[in-house]
C-alpha cells in the first residue's frame, strides 16, 4: 500500500490547507484575468485616441506571453487595420474568432480586415478573401441579431460585393426591415445605396433625405446626401450639406473627417476642412475609423498642397510620432 504523499514540513496537508490552496490559486488567477482587463482597456483606449505605437507596444508582448488572449488578438487585429496593414492584421483576427467564435464584434472586426485585404489583392485571390470577409459579416449578423451596426456592414457588403462574393442588392433589400426597425436613419441610408446602385437616383435622393429627417445620427446623414450629391456633380448642394452636418455635429466626432474628406475631394475651402479635422483632434469622441495619425496626415496633405511644405511637416511628424509605420506618412516624409 501506497504512504500518503507528505508535504515538505513532513506532515500530511489537512483539508483545510488543501482549500486554503486552492482559494490563492484561485485569487491569483482573478488578480491576473484583473490586470489583463485593465491592459485590455489601456489598450482600447489608446486604439481610440490614435496612439497606434503605444497600443502594439502593449499588446505584443501580451499576445506572446498569452496566445489564447482573445481580445488581446482582437485589439492587435483592430490596430493594424487602423494603419491599412490588412495583411498583418488579419492573423491575430483569425486567432480572436477561432478562440471566441461566439463574440459577433471579432467576427465583424475579421471580416473588415479580410475585405481590406481583398482590395489590395490580384483578382482571383481576392475573390476568395471576399468571399471569407461575407461569411464573417454574415456570423457577426447571426450572432448580434439586434446590432443595427452590424446589420448595417452587412448590408453595407451586400450592396458593395459582386454575387459571385455573396453580394447583392436582393440579400440587401431583404435585410431592410430588420434595420429600418432598429435604426431608422441607417435603413434610409441602406435603401438609398441598393436604389443608387440600381440607378435609381431619384429615389436615392429621397432615401438619404428621409434619413436625415428620421432625427437620427443627423450630421452623419447630412455627410451621406452629400457624398451623393459629390457622385453627381452637384457640388454646391453638396457644400450646403457639409456646412449643415458641421453645425449639426456638436460631439466633433467622425463625422467631421468624412466631411472634410469631401471638402477635399472637391477642392473646396481648405480652411474649413482642416478646421473641421483639427475640431475632431480636440476633441474625446476620436475612434478607431478616424485615427489621429490618419488625420495628421490629410492636414499634412491639404497643407502641402496649399503650399506650406514647413506646417506638412509637422503635422506628417505628429503622425509618426503616434504610428511611426504609417506608409502615407512615410511617404509624405521621404518625398520632402
Not at 465583424?108 to 481590406?116: I, K, R
Not at 458593395?160 to 433589400?173: L, M, N, S, T
Not at 436615392?204 to 447630412?222: H, M, R, T
Amino acid at each position: 500500500m501506497k504512504s500518503a504523499k507528505i508535504n515538505i514540513s513532513g506532515r500530511v496537508p489537512t483539508v483545510a490547507a488543501v482549500l486554503s490552496l486552492l482559494m490563492l490559486m484561485l485569487m491569483t488567477m482573478k488578480g491576473t484575468e484583473a490586470v489583463a482587463e485593465d491592459q485590455h482597456a489601456l489598450a482600447r483606449a489608446e486604439l481610440a485616441e490614435g496612439r497606434a505605437d503605444d497600443a502594439l507596444n502593449l499588446l505584443r508582448p501580451m499576445t506572446k506571453a498569452n496566445p489564447m488572449d482573445a481580445e488581446a488578438q482582437d485589439l492587435l487585429c483592430r490596430v493594424l487595420l487602423s494603419e491599412d496593414r490588412a495583411d498583418d492584421a488579419v492573423p491575430p483576427c483569425e486567432r480572436a474568432v477561432f478562440l471566441a467564435p461566439w463574440n459577433a464584434q471579432y467576427q465583424l472586426a475579421l471580416a473588415h480586415a479580410s475585405g481590406s485585404k481583398a482590395q489590395h489583392a490580384s483578382y482571383f485571390t481576392a475573390l476568395g478573401i471576399a468571399r471569407r470577409a461575407h461569411d464573417h459579416f454574415e456570423a457577426a449578423a447571426r450572432l448580434a441579431p439586434d446590432n443595427w451596426s452590424v446589420l448595417s456592414d452587412l448590408g453595407e457588403y451586400y450592396t458593395d460585393a459582386p454575387p459571385i462574393a455573396g453580394g447583392g442588392v436582393a440579400k440587401a433589400r431583404a435585410l431592410l426591415p430588420r434595420l429600418m426597425k432598429l435604426n431608422a436613419a441607417r435603413g434610409h441610408w441602406l435603401a438609398a445605396k441598393i436604389a443608387e446602385d440600381t440607378k435609381d437616383f431619384a429615389t436615392a435622393e429621397s432615401e438619404y433625405k428621409q434619413a436625415i429627417a428620421s432625427g437620427e445620427n443627423l450630421p452623419e446623414g447630412w455627410v451621406n446626401l452629400a457624398a451623393f450629391y459629390v457622385r453627381h456633380d452637384r457640388m454646391n448642394e453638396a457644400v450646403d450639406c457639409i456646412h449643415k452636418a458641421y453645425e449639426a455635429d456638436t460631439a466633433r466626432d467622425p463625422v467631421l473627417v468624412d466631411a472634410a474628406n469631401l471638402l477635399r475631394q472637391m477642392g473646396r475651402d481648405d480652411a474649413l476642412a482642416i478646421r473641421m479635422l483639427r475640431e475632431y483632434l480636440a476633441s474625446k469622441n476620436q475612434t478607431e475609423d478616424a485615427p489621429a495619425f490618419a488625420v495628421h496626415t490629410t492636414i499634412g496633405e491639404i497643407l502641402q498642397q496649399d503650399g506650406d511644405r514647413m506646417a506638412a511637416n509637422r503635422e506628417y511628424e505628429a503622425a509618426l510620432a503616434l504610428a511611426h509605420d504609417y506608409a502615407p506618412a512615410l511617404r509624405a516624409i521621404r518625398s520632402r
